[in-house]
Every structure is written in structure tokens, then in C-alpha cells.
């Protein structure tokens, strides 16, 4: 049976608070087999915060780790695409659990594997959007997942807040896309802002983009201009301009070209090790 995507009819509030309460609960036992929980974040979009996550999912189960993702960019959902089953749908138990959509291993639910048809824009504002996150986590058949990377939305919003406040106790802590460049440490600075106003763990910043590597000469090549965050902050990895990447990502061939050798490859393995290590300090 595919699982697919309903709009519950309109409530008073007193009866949503109620609802809320006992999805809340149904989040808790839905989410006691997932061990840690990494939020995905980034300042602003296009900087290759769904990419990364796709890919640190790929290196962490390389890792021999058991992961699953939750794509909860509603409005730009990628994960699908990165992970080539944009065609796919999640299936439901007859008790109506969701199983999550797996690729070399990995675990994946979005909402985008639960529409009738992919072109369907969501218009969706927030109380709904919290909702829905907190729907596709509740019924969720997470099973034993070690760790749950979850790509947010760009920015500091509605999904971001509904995770890191629902989820707090599962928190491993979450990691920060971004590129060099003085607009960027200043909209990076914002997110680590807003997670030290949550009470939320950074565990550190992966700089995507980081440089172009020439492959006639080797010089390296800071194309976006100079890295610089803030000096508390942890760089898990310098992630390097990779043409070779995004042709396979825009075929959807992602998994094909994490299968081969790359300096790109090496950087996320290493992004992953640094986040388990990260991982390991705050325990
Ligand atoms: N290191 C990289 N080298 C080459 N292309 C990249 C790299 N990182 C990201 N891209 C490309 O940049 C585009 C935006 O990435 P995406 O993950 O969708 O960004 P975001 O989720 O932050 O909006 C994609 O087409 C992706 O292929
Ligand atoms: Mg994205």
C-alpha cells in the first residue's frame, strides 16, 4: 500500500492543543529506536546543505552505521533526487506505518514520496508545516537507527524549530552547511544564534566549496574568497569545487559517483569521522 498525504479537516483550538499533545507522544515512542538526531542546517540556501547531507548519510553508513534521512525542506524537497528514487514511494504497513524509501542502505522519507504526483507544489504555511514534519516522524517505522540527519529548510524557520524543540532529547547536535565569503559569516553567525537560543549543540561547520583544485597545475584556487568562521567553532572539513559532482548530481547520479575515488569523496569521509567524533566529545 502507498502511503499518501491527507489534510486532516479543520479543528478548534482547544481540540489542537489536544492533538498536538498526543502527536507529541506519538513522537516520542515513534523515535525511542533512533539513537541521535543531526540537524542539517545552513544560513542561506544553495550553499549544498542537501548534497551534504545526502552524501554524509552515504560516508556514515560506508562508517558501517545504520542512518536514515528525513527531508524536511518542504517547499524544495531534493533529497529524493540526490538519493536517485525520486520516482519511488514510501509504502505503509497495514497498521499504517511508513517504511522508509532505502538506497545502498540508507533510510529516506520526504513528502515527496508520499504525493500522487511529483509536480505538486506544497503551499503549505506554518502550523501546517509542523504538523507534517511531526506526522512523517510519528509514523515513521524508524526501526534502529543510530542516526537521523535531517535537511532543514535555509534560515532559521517553522521546521527547523519544530525539530530541534521536538526532538531535543534525541539531539546528537547539528552541523552547519555553508561557502566562504563575508555575506555568508554573516548569515552563519544568525544560525549559530539561533541554536545557542535554543539550547541546541553546534557540532561544528563544514565548509562546502571550500576551494578549486586545478587539474593541470594543483594549484588550489579559493574561488569564493576566504574562509572564516567564527574561532569557537568547530570546521569539520573543507569541501572542495567539484565539476566531476555536479554533473553526476544533476543525471541524480549521486550514489554512482560516491562509489568512485575523489578528493571530494576523501573530504566527506573525513566530514563524516569529525561528526562522530564530535559526537563521541559531547557524550
Ligand atoms: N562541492 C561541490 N562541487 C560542485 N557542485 C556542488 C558542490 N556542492 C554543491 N554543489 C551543487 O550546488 C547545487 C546546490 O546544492 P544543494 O545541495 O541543492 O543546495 P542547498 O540544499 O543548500 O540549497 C547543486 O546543483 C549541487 O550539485
Ligand atoms: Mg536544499
Known amino acids: ?25 506519538k513522537v516520542r515512542e515513534s523515535t525511542s529506536g533512533i539513537r541521535q538526531v543531526i540537524p542539517v ?18 560516508a556514515l553508513r560506508e562508517l558501517g552505521k545504520n542512518v536514515a534521512i528525513l527531508d524536511a525542506d518542504l517547499h ?35 513528502v515527496d514520496l508520499a504525493l500522487e504526483r511529483k509536480d505538486t507544489p506544497l503551499a503549505w504555511r506554518g502550523p501546517i508545516k509542523t504538523r507534517a ?15 537521523l540527519l535531517v535537511d532543514l529548510p535555509p534560515g532559521t524557520g517553522d521546521e527547523a524549530l519544530t525539530i530541534l524543540r521536538y526532538l531535543k532529547p534525541r539531539l546528537g547536535g547539528a552541523v552547519l552547511v555553508t561557502i566562504p565569503g563575508g555575506l555568508v559569516k554573516h548569515v552563519v553567525q544568525k544560525a549559530i544564534n ?9 557540532l561544528g561547520v563544514v565548509i562546502n566549496m571550500a576551494y578549486f583544485r586545478c587539474p593541470v597545475c594543483g594549484t588550489r584556487h579559493e574561488i569564493f574568497g576566504e574562509v572564516s568562521v567564527p574561532t569557537n567553532v568547530k570546521v569539520l572539513a573543507e569541501i572542495p569545487i567539484d565539476p566531476e559532482l555536479a554533473k553526476h548530481v544533476s543525471r541524480g547520479e549521486l550514489r554512482k559517483y560516491f562509489r568512485l575515488e575523489s578528493a571530494w569523496k576523501r573530504a566527506v569521509i573525513d566530514a563524516a569521522s569529525e561528526i562522530l567524533k564530535a559526537l563521541e566529545k559531547q557524550a
Do not use: C, H
Open 76 to 110: 524544495g524537497p531534493s533529497i529524493p533526487w540526490l538519493m536517485g528514487v525520486v520516482n519511488d514511494s514510501m509504502r505503509a504497513t497495514k497498521e499504517g506505518r511508513i517504511l522508509p524509501v532505502m538506497a545502498d542502505g540508507v533510510g529516506i522519507v520526504s
Open 133 to 147: 514534519i511531526l506526522d512523517l516522524l510519528s509514523l515513521t517505522d524508524w526501526g534502529q537507527t543510530e542516526y
Open 1 to 25: 500500500m502507498k502511503f499518501r498525504l491527507s489534510s486532516g479537516p479543520l479543528v478548534d483550538a482547544g481540540r489542537a492543543a489536544k492533538i498536538m499533545e498526543e502527536l507529541l507522544k
Open 41 to 58: 542546517m545552513s544560513g542561506k540556501g544553495g550553499v549544498g546543505k542537501s548534497l551534504m547531507t545526502a552524501s554524509l548519510a552515504l
Open 194 to 202: 539561533f541554536l545557542r537560543i535554543i539550547g541546541a549543540p553546534l
